[in-house]
């Protein structure tokens, strides 16, 4: 018999799987259950270390599961030409391991499982339409079996018709996955379907999924039911949601339960708080205290409502978004069916357009949820929850990386916390589930990179435009008004789209912005570093005329390949003056879109980027301004150091390598200012740069670095490569 875990105790376990030496599956395996854990929190951790933003964010230690063995509801499972079931291994040469002694699948799924591997090796004539697998040369259609496991609630007439009991009350879904042209017609699909389900053991349903020969994912977007049921009540701590096929499950049930139990405990603990004033000028204010009872919830990525019908079960009103309608659908089915639907609301829809009408709408909430997919939260989505200024908010993320990206810009829009909470979703891999309770803070004060003379040199974040605009909460000058002694709104010296990310230039007077706007026209340059999809020449100089309203300019873009990552280029771009969108027009121009660049670059491969690497805007950030000081003479290099949400996603997409060799050739800026004798293009002395006198007070939330007297390597020293030729000039996009 297991032993129940007492709380807080961490089991000292070692997993032992007959397959581990080959199967991909529980990367893990080979550790110290202790350790797995360790190495999970150190996961959660190294994605926040990449912001300056989430810095004093503690990460709890990871919670542990209970199982870790036989827990996994869900499995996808490859079958071979020769009728292996199981996962590629761990050679990448995408040879199936079979896994009969796999020891995560739950054991309704192995049982079920076991009998294919039965029958695949001698299959009855009638059922050959689903079981003969798929083989390039020679024929076959079975690709993979896609299972999964229900727990019947007691409420449900099928627990008494099947015989289920509180110790055993789990049956099956299952789905063959099909090479959509070797299928048979539907009908004699159906046929098979009906043949096959009575030799399963537990299953309930059967359906056929068809998989498009060139699709990289194994399911494509078409499911049929064959025989049984097209879905089933599933027990998760209290209440029930309906599975169904295709649809949403957390891996792990007993591990769903826990999160659920952690959000209520959350949600709960606003009743002992009192109401906070959020204090921003012009916003609706929050929710009152008095209508606390019962509260009022937004469940954000509802799926089949798992989330919404444990938080209504606990006495709140819910109302819970989801995109995909027949998840949506059965999430009101499930309401209705446990009394639950005059507290639970579901509406189907994308989050970013629903929770846009519902914040013009005037709505208000206590709280909301997001438990988005792993690609996290988008970009507009953010703005638009922001804007309803609930007094929590709390994030439940299967992916650390997209999950630090979302925190980060959530600071900026009003929302941080103190503590990180990792949980052990699924046992024996590198995944880790972590959840996130956000309250309502100030925007925090942008870094100040230099301030000298009139003018500060800040780091303007990403999705962020620079003055304020209608369709964004906040602005870079709007949080420049927090620095000390920054009263007035500062004047830009040179814009940044929303998009891009990097040092801005902002000067306090009229004054300094003309003087410090003709010293950047006539010495500085503004240098970035972007990604370009394919691979450009190694230098170039992109000469094309840009239209802006009815006026068209001359401009001129000048880059430099620095490395190839994962067939994408890494480029030092240096316009020559700024048009609008002028980097971004002029790489697409030459067939080398920005990455991430939603309006001029290549939606397949930026979706790619989005999904696979959480890019979720264009690889463009300015790393550094070199220009001469206007009075001083003194030739000033200042540098803002690529940002975390690109350096995650150069890591994703390459690997650390391809960072390490950017940084040594120091195209990735620092974070300082230094300077150089425009004569000798030496060190010099830091007396000749501002110093504060001894005594002299310096406020503290201006931490100005000094500038360093070092030699900065010059950019143009880079090794040369053939030129570009120039790109004629053309019309207009
Ligand atoms: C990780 S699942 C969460 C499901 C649910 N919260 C649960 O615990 O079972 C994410 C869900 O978000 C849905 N989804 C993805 N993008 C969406 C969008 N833009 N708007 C609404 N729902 C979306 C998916 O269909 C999926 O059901």
New binding site residues.
Partial sequence: MRRTLKAGEIPSTLVECQHAAECAGCPHIAHDYALQLETKRARVRSAVAHYPSLELLYTQPVIPADPIVGYRGRAKLIVSPTGAIGLYGRTGHHEVIDIPGCRVLAPALAVVTARLRELIAAPPPEVKPLLLPYDPTKGGVLRAIDLREVHLPQASPLYKELGATEEDPAYVLITFVLQRERAVTREELREAGRAIRPLLPRVLGVAANFHDAEAPQILGPETILLDGVSHVPDQIGPTY?IAAFG????AHRQQ?AR?HAILLREITSLEREAPTSDGSEGEPGPISITERKPMRLL?????????ALALAHGGHRVLS????AP?AANARTAAEAQGLAGLMEVRT????E?VAQLAAAGERFHAVVL???RRGI?PT?REAIARLAAPLMIY?S?DPDTLARDLDHLTRLGYSSTELTPLDMIPLTEEVETIVALRRTPSPQPRVIYDDDGVLVVEKGPHEPVGPQQEYLGSLLARCGRIPGVAEVPHVVHALDPGTSGLCMLARDEEALARWGEALATTGRLIYVAAAKGVTPGKGAITRDLREGNRVYSARTRYRRLAVASGHSILRVIPDGGRTHQIRRHLAAIGHPVLGDERYGHVPTNRYFEEKHGLDRSFVHLVRIEITHPRTGVKLIIESTLPGDLRSALQRSTGPSVIRFLEQKHALGENRVSAVSPVQDEPVPSSRYYIPEEGEPVPPSIRVPMPISIRVPDLDDSPRTLRHPIVPTGDDD
């Fill in positions: 949601h649809s949403f499950v957390q769903a999160v469940d954000l990525y509802g799926g089949s409502g798992a989330i978004v989801e995109s995909f998840a829809g994308d989050v970013s629903v438990n988005p997919p988008s989505a439940v299967c």
